[in-house]
């Protein structure tokens, strides 16, 4: 009989540990709703796909890429918008992002009602979905309309985690937003280390060199320098902990996106002759990140 | 179409204010004045080429991190400004070539510099200033979102300088792993994705298409027929709702975005029986 293996609480932790990471934006949605509550809007089986795929010889997804779901978080009304990663790396099309669109109307008009229903926004984006180009701009700019109103009733909480990353459109969408959660494998960025180094060149940013790209916009890079409330592992527990204690934690003191004054000043100090790098922000930037 | 260095911004910006647009403070790209136009005063908010800017991924009129923070302000300014009073009209002439890309922008994370606009652009629509894009060149990807996508109403000129879109066609073709033959042939059948701005008018998202003669160089008459038609868009914006719902119900959306108007009803009716 083999000895049993002294194991460490921390490696105990892992192994209970359930990732948030491998769920899929459905597993997602229901996670970070208070269990047995999750109703699906617009779902599968109402079949209501993108009309731009198809034409491109592209096979389409039944809920676009994009699960929204009503319920209850805390036992306060919610809603949970999560977008799928793995379908055309969660673009925004026309439907889905319409979809998002909505959901965020939809709650800010049961807040206008008295229902202070609140917001998460699960996120996986490479930006807008370039088959549906031109619509998905529109439909983008319909989002950040809605989540500015939202967010003046009741927080919109952002969860980046996954490999995908948080891009282009939705970056923004994450900057608008009144906190943001992220896991260390999380990127925050507005435009993709691949596209910056194909505009700018290679000494500008090498994409390849993965360690220096996640010291530019990975999710430790972006808690400490203030572009994160909150940063989590990959644990599913533990976000949907962090999403409660940011709903009783009510309105942040100001918003990042109203913060035009300290990022002023803070760009204002820094010597824009040179390249810098996450760590020369972070010492900059140090006590008073937010 | 094409990326280079183009002088409209600034021109039609000088031609409607009759200012410089100079600033004591933050980017000279960024060009602010405030000028009559028609009975009342009007904020106007430009970006125009600045080969000194301090950042050297923002010289060519893009989005940058200044000018998304001290645009911000500029707005925040206005709406503070005028919080008792009467809602004065923000105009934006919209030429800006997309956002920067650059290394010191991620650091500093751009993405807040560009979403503070937008807020600040909203919260003015939502305050009940007429918001008003001008767009007379370029509205490519993030300078479309942060400089016209939030307005009351977009207005563009019809002139085949004039881009609107979510990507240059290199770089869409590169990304999605077709020729820039291929990405024509595509676009001729597939609307959302076309390079010409009649073909971006048909999605209803635009106010009006106007043609100017000459839009390279504003003469005094051109200047007062888009005088004309800033005016007219004002006056509707303070009559019609301050959301962006007039783009859905439009009646390009009715032929184009029929997907997005099915999302609308469906999730509205299964909102209200949950």
């Not at chain 1, 979905?129 to 909480?157: D, F, K």
């Not at chain 1, 220096?212 to 994160?228: E, K, L, N, S, Y």
Request: proline share 4%; hydrophobic share 40%; glycine share 8%.
């Amino acid at each position: 009989m083999t000895p049993a293996t002294e194991l460490s609480p921390e490696v105990l932790r892992m192994s209970e540990r359930r990732s948030y990471i491998e769920l899929n934006a459905r597993a997602r949605a229901a996670q970070l709703l208070d269990p047995g509550t999750f109703h699906e809007l617009l779902g599968p089986f109402d079949r209501v796909e993108s009309p731009w795929l198809p034409l491109q010889g592209i096979v389409p997804q039944f809920d676009d890429g994009c699960v929204v779901a009503k319920g209850t978080i805390d036992g306060k009304p919610a809603v949970v918008i999560a977008m799928e990663g793995k379908f055309q790396g969660g673009s925004i099309g026309e439907v889905c992002g319409m979809k998002l669109a909505m959901a965020f109307a939809l709650a800010r008009r049961d807040n206008e009602k008295g229902i202070p229903t609140r917001a998460v926004l699960s996120l996986e984006s490479g930006g807008v979905r370039l088959q549906e180009a031109n619509i998905g701009e529109l439909v983008i700019a319909e989002i950040y309309a809605e989540l500015v109103a939202l967010r003046q009733h009741i927080p919109v909480i952002v969860v980046i985690a996954g490999m995908t990353g948080c891009f282009g459109g939705m970056s923004l969408a994450a900057g608008l937003s009144s906190y943001v959660i992220m896991t260390r494998q999380a990127r925050l960025s507005m435009n993709g280390p691949e596209v910056i180094e194909q505009e700018a060149g290679i000494e500008e940013i090498d994409s390849k060199d993965k360690p220096f790209i996640w010291g530019i916009c990975g999710g430790a890079q972006r808690f400490a320098t203030g572009a994160a409330d909150v940063l989590v592992e990959d644990d599913a527990e533990e976000i949907t902990q962090a999403v409660k204690e940011l709903f009783r934690k009510g309105q942040p003191a100001r918003l990042r996106s109203a913060s035009y004054e300290q990022y002023i000043q803070r760009l204002s100090a820094l010597d824009t002759s040179k390249q810098w790098t996450g760590e020369d922000i972070r010492n900059a930037w140090k006590g008073g990140a937010k | 179409m094409s990326t280079v260095l183009t002088s409209r911004g600034r021109k039609w910006f000088e031609a409607l204010s009759g200012s410089n647009g100079k600033q004591a403070e933050g980017p000279g790209s960024l060009l602010i004045a405030e000028a009559t136009l028609g009975q009342e005063k009007v904020a106007y908010i430009a970006l125009a080429p600045d080969p000194n800017s301090r950042f050297p991924r923002a010289r060519v009129a893009e989005v940058g991190v200044e000018e998304g923070w001290y645009g911000t302000k500029a707005i925040q300014s206005v709406i503070e400004a005028d919080k008792n009073g009467t809602k004065r009209p923000i105009i934006t002439v919209v030429d800006s070539k997309n956002q920067a890309y650059g290394r010191r922008e991620e650091l500093v994370g751009i993405h807040l510099a560009a979403a503070a606009i937008i807020a600040a652009y909203a919260e003015a629509r939502m305050a009940g200033h007429p918001v008003i894009a001008l767009i007379v060149g370029r509205a490519v990807s993030g300078s479309f979102l942060a400089l016209a996508g939030q307005a009351n109403h977009m207005i563009a000129f019809d002139d085949p300088e004039v881009l609107i879109h979510a990507m240059y066609k290199d770089a869409a073709a590169r990304i999605t792993r077709r020729t820039v033959a291929e990405l024509d042939k595509l676009s001729e059948k597939i609307v959302p994705m076309a390079y010409d701005i009649k073909s971006f008018n048909k999605l209803g998202g635009l106010y009006k298409l106007i043609d100017v003669a000459s839009p390279d160089e504003p003469s005094n008459e051109t200047t007062e027929q888009v005088k004309s038609v800033l005016i007219e868009a004002i006056a509707d914006a303070r009559r019609t709702p301050c959301d962006l719902y007039k783009r859905l119900e439009s009646e390009g959306a009715k032929n184009y975005r029929q997907a997005s108007i099915e999302v609308r009803k469906k999730m509205t009716e299964q909102w209200a029986a949950l």
